[in-house]
């Protein structure tokens, strides 16, 4: 289940982040949505379908597998298999949350084991001095 959390410096300041490079968080996920941008590479990659989430309104999302929570397109050791991977992860955990009061915002999969302490690279410049004061 995604735990996620909006950026901020509060929550992140003192926190560090890894490229994901095992994509074992996204096996039990048999479609992820895809953008208009990428489908020349993802129809070439993977089947793709429309779901229809309200009753006007279709979503364009690739088929990773055909049992409901079960993926075939992440392999027995976290690799992804397709040539293509959809855009929406691309920036992992790094996610577009929806706000309220301005739209969109920043947010992070803090779920994923790419956020925490030990390793990485920090979320934020010094968020107290920024670089150039």
Known sequence: ??????LS?????????????????????????????ELPSA??????????????????VAVLGTAQDRSLAVGPMGQWRPAHYPAMFSTYPFVLMDDKE??????????TGLVGIDSGSPFL???VNPPGR
Request: aromatic residues 10%; contains cysteine; positive net charge.
């Open 1 to 6: 289940m995604n735990k996620l959390f909006p």
């Open 9 to 37: 410096a509060e929550r992140h300041a003192h926190k560090l982040w890894q490229r994901t490079q095992n994509w074992s968080f996204l096996s039990q996920r048999s479609l992820l949505p895809v953008v208009i941008l």
């Open 43 to 60: 129809c070439a990659a993977m089947p793709l379908a429309f779901v229809k989430q309200d009753p006007d309104r279709f979503h364009l």
């Open 102 to 111: 301005d739209g969109q915002m920043v947010g992070i999969d803090e779920s």
């Open 125 to 127: 410049m010094n968020p």
